[in-house]
């Protein structure tokens, strides 16, 4: 067992209500064929928009597959499976809201995903540093401007990645897009 199919077992994917009414059992299985780990053995895209984020809004499975996202980094995914699992990482730490039930029970989401994130901070700067793709890099830098604490091993790394960083991130112009996040 891989560990991206690791940490999808390990959720109680069917205990949680999803963004669609039911329950998020389907997101195991959606989080699978992202990584190319369903019955067809190939990545193939899903979106779990509406499941597991809408802007602005995070459902209840959204710690779930942060934690996911990050396992799939770790793990051996195609770069194209990588790419997405970065997209969705992002979306889940650029999330502004709760989900009326979960914020019922008093959960804040996009906190909770922040904090998971945040757990993954050498496996974002490996793809920051390892220039395997330009967009990658720059999705893995604009998350690391929500979750890096430290602020100075952040600019360090945007000097020495600059030239395949995109200009948002060399300029910083991604940096004061989601510092409003923090407000």
């Not at 994917?13 to 329950?23: A, P, Q, T």
């Not at 799939?72 to 969705?88: E, G, H, K, N, S």
């Amino acid at each position: 067992m891989r560990l991206v199919e690791m940490e999808i077992a390990r959720q109680d994917w069917k205990g949680m209500l999803c963004g669609c009414g039911g329950s998020a059992e389907h997101v195991g299985r959606d989080l699978l064929q992202l990584a190319g780990r369903g019955p067809r053995q190939e990545p193939s895209h899903v979106s779990l928009e509406e499941h597991v984020w809408s802007p602005p809004v995070l459902w209840e499975p959204a710690p779930a597959v942060t934690s996911v996202a990050l396992a799939a980094l770790a793990d051996d995914v195609a770069p194209t499976a990588r790419a997405w699992f970065l997209d969705l990482l992002a979306h889940m730490v650029a999330g502004e809201g709760t989900d009326w039930e979960s914020a019922r029970r008093g959960l804040d989401l996009p906190e909770l995903c922040r904090d998971v994130a945040g757990q993954g901070l050498w496996l974002l700067y490996g793809e920051v540093m390892s220039n395997r793709s330009l967009g990658a890099g720059g999705i893995a830098f604009e998350i690391l401007t929500v979750v890096e604490p430290d602020r100075a091993r952040l600019q360090r790394v945007r000097e020495i990645a600059a030239d395949w960083l995109p200009v948002c991130c060399r300029t910083g112009l991604c940096d004061d897009e989601l510092r409003d996040l923090d407000r």
